[in-house]
């Protein structure tokens, strides 16, 4: 089920995650389908928002210039931004969080409908400091 035209253009009007359409329409409609999902399929929510989470941490490094290799996890990734005060712990303890449970459904856990909403309020709080991180130009 992909995410129609017209249904972006509602979304983006109606979002938390708008200021994402203008980092990466691609992470936008994860963080959209997400939504979407954590009240009926919070496994699946919390993969999505790890996806999401991943995508944000490439567009990070993009920005910054550093290099990104496949076979570096995420936990690694988030430990360079940490160690390069790239990001605040309040925001890094949110991306752990995602990557955690995420993967958690991944791999056969559980995640209940009320952790897929910590999750996508995580996901929510994020998604305001990466914009302006990324287009500092923009009056957030």
Known sequence: KGIHMRELTDAVLHSRFAGLSLINERLFKAAIDAER???????????????????????????????LSETTTQFERLRVLQEDGYAPPAILTRFHAIRLLGNKAAHNGTVSAEQALDLLE??????????RLLRPELDW
Do not use: F, H, K, N
């Open 37 to 67: 999902l954590t009240p009926s399929d919070p496994d699946l929510a919390a993969m999505r928002l790890r996806g999401l989470c991943e995508g944000m941490v490439e567009e990070i490094y993009a920005y910054i210039g550093l290099s």
């Open 122 to 131: 995580d996901a929510a709080t994020i998604c305001p400091w990466l914009c």
